[in-house]
T-cell receptor
Framework: EPEVTQTPSHQVTQMGQEVILRCVPI?????FYWYRQILGQKVEFLVS????????KSEIFDDQFSVERPDGSNFTLKIRSTKLEDSAMYFC???????????FGPGTRLTVT | KQEVTQIPAALSVPEGENLVLNCSFT??????LQWFRQDPGKGLTSLLL?????REQTSGRLNASLDKSSGRSTLYIAASQPGDSATYLC?????????FGAGTTVTVRA
């Protein structure tokens, strides 16, 4: 069964460093998303991406965040200058269209020290 | 802004008992509602999807209902097993994004 994959599973970085989280969505899906979950809190929407542009973004998704689909298979989330409060589990998801089921990857645990 | 609430926050039942998990949302203009399972420190496994036009969806021992006009969904798990122990999340889709509840943590005692 097709699945969303994410790398790395765990990333430790120092405050102020740039990180890139990588995702491979399901191959025939057209909509891509990033969510995050701070420990003990709700899963929060960050950004959705369709047709090579951002469809919607939350207030969390400020100028330090960016997304890219560099090729036909990968979808990346870049955090330019990490802060302690960026420590969270980051989930990538994809769907065939905007009203269909979203499939989530296993997540990348980001720890900022 | 969509707000999703799940009650109860935690539930402990003996094996074999049926589970009833509740979800409510404030904005009824949704495309669909998904129920997820999350094991500790793990990702999200989609259990059921109900489209906004549907009232009910079933998968094995799981049954989910949706009353869009009142902003409510209920997940029923029949004949619970210890392997059902996890956190169950409800999420509603508006405008490209899912809004999640905080989840109900279920413990099924053997």
């Amino acid at each position: 069964e097709p699945e969303v994959t994410q790398t790395p599973s765990h990333q430790v970085t120092q405050m102020g460093q740039e990180v890139i989280l990588r995702c491979v969505p399901i191959s025939n899906h057209l909509y891509f998303y990033w969510y995050r979950q701070i420990l003990g809190q709700k899963v929060e929407f960050l950004v959705s991406f369709y047709n090579n542009e951002i469809s919607e973004k939350s207030e969390i998704f400020d100028d330090q965040f960016s997304v890219e689909r560099p090729d036909g298979s990968n979808f990346t989330l870049k955090i330019r200058s990490t802060k302690l409060e960026d420590s969270a589990m980051y989930f990538c998801a994809s769907s065939a269209n905007r009203a269909r089921e979203q499939y989530f990857g296993p997540g990348t645990r980001l720890t900022v020290t | 802004k969509q707000e999703v609430t799940q009650i109860p926050a935690a539930l402990s039942v003996p094996e074999g008992e049926n589970l009833v998990l509740n979800c409510s949302f404030t904005d009824s203009a949704i495309y669909n509602l998904q129920w997820f399972r999350q094991d500790p420190g793990k990702g999200l496994t989609s259990l059921l999807l109900i489209q906004s036009s549907q009232r009910e969806q079933t998968s094995g021992r799981l049954n989910a209902s949706l009353d869009k006009s009142s902003g409510r969904s209920t997940l029923y798990i029949a004949a619970s097993q210890p392997g059902d122990s996890a956190t169950y999340l409800c999420a509603v889709l508006n405008d490209y994004k899912l809004s999640f509840g905080a989840g109900t943590t279920v413990t099924v005692r053997a």
